[in-house]
C-alpha cells in the first residue's frame, strides 16, 4: 500500500513566499524524509523551478492551461513539467473551470507526464471528474475551507460517498479531501474513509512552526 499524500497548497499566501515558503519547504522534505508519509507542495508559480531543483519533495503547480503556442499570461503543462514539477492542481475553487476546460487540462497533463489532482466540490462533481481519469480527485465543499473546522468532522459522509462515486467510474483514480484539515486525527480520520490522502493550505502555509504542523499531521499515520 502507497502511502497517503498530504498535499500543501501555498495558495497566494504571503507566508507562501520568499525565505518563508522556503522554510515550508525545509519541513515538509525533513518530515517526509522522517516520516516515510508523502509530502507535497504547491507553491505559488514562481518558486516551482527552486522548489524543484532544492527540495526532495513532490511539487505540484497551482493550476495549469490547456494551451501553447500564442497566449499570454497562461501556463502551460509543458512549461510546469520543465520546471520539473510532478503534478498540478486542477479546478481548484478559487480557480473553476468549466467541464470541457478540466477535461482539456487532465488530458494536458497526461500528454506532459504530469499528475492531475482535480478538485471538486461535492459527490456528483467527484464522479463527474472522475470520468476523465485524472491521477486524484480532491472533494472540498467550499463552505469549509478555510474555516477551521475540518471536513472529516463536519461532513464525513461526503468523503466516504466520493470515495465510491469515484471507484465505481474509474477505480485507479484516488481520492484526496480537504477543506478544515489542521491536525493528525483529521489525516487518519480522512485515511480511515477511504481517503488516499489530503488537501490542505493555510493550517500549514500560516502556521508559525509549519514543521510543528507537518508532525502532527503525519503524527497517527
Known amino acids: 500500500m502507497s502511502s497517503p499524500l498530504i498535499l500543501v497548497n501555498f495558495k497566494s499566501y504571503r507566508e507562501g513566499a520568499g525565505n518563508s515558503a522556503g522554510q515550508i ?8 524524509q522522517e516520516s516515510g508519509v508523502t509530502i ?22 497551482q493550476h495549469i492551461d490547456a494551451v501553447e503556442g500564442a497566449f499570454t499570461g ?13 503534478g498540478s492542481l486542477i479546478n481548484h475553487s478559487e480557480r473553476r ?3 470541457a476546460e478540466i ?30 481519469s485524472p491521477t486524484y480527485v480532491a472533494v472540498e465543499p467550499p463552505e469549509l475551507i478555510g474555516s477551521g473546522i475540518s471536513v472529516t468532522k463536519a461532513n464525513p459522509d461526503i468523503i466516504r460517498n466520493s470515495v465510491a462515486a469515484v471507484k465505481r467510474i474509474s477505480p485507479e483514480v ?12 483529521c489525516v487518519k480520520t480522512a485515511v480511515d474513509l477511504g481517503a488516499d490522502g489530503v488537501l490542505l493550505a493555510s493550517s500549514v502555509v ?16
Open 25 to 32: 519547504g525545509s519541513a515538509a522534505e525533513l518530515v517526509m
Open 103 to 132: 477535461e482539456a487540462c487532465v488530458e494536458a497533463a497526461k500528454f506532459n507526464h504530469l499528475e492531475s489532482v482535480v478538485c471538486t466540490n461535492n459527490v456528483g462533481v467527484s464522479a463527474a471528474a472522475a470520468a476523465f
Open 206 to 221: 500560516k502556521a508559525k512552526d509549519p514543521e510543528e504542523v507537518l508532525r502532527n499531521l503525519v503524527s497517527l499515520l
Open 174 to 185: 484516488k481520492v484526496l479531501c480537504g477543506a478544515g484539515i489542521q491536525s493528525g486525527e
Open 74 to 86: 497562461r501556463i502551460p503543462a509543458f512549461t510546469v513539467r520543465a520546471a520539473g514539477c510532478v
Open 40 to 61: 507535497g507542495v504547491a507553491p505559488q508559480f514562481v518558486e516551482l523551478h527552486p522548489f524543484c531543483r532544492h527540495y526532495e519533495i513532490p511539487v505540484y503547480a
Open 97 to 99: 473551470l468549466t467541464i
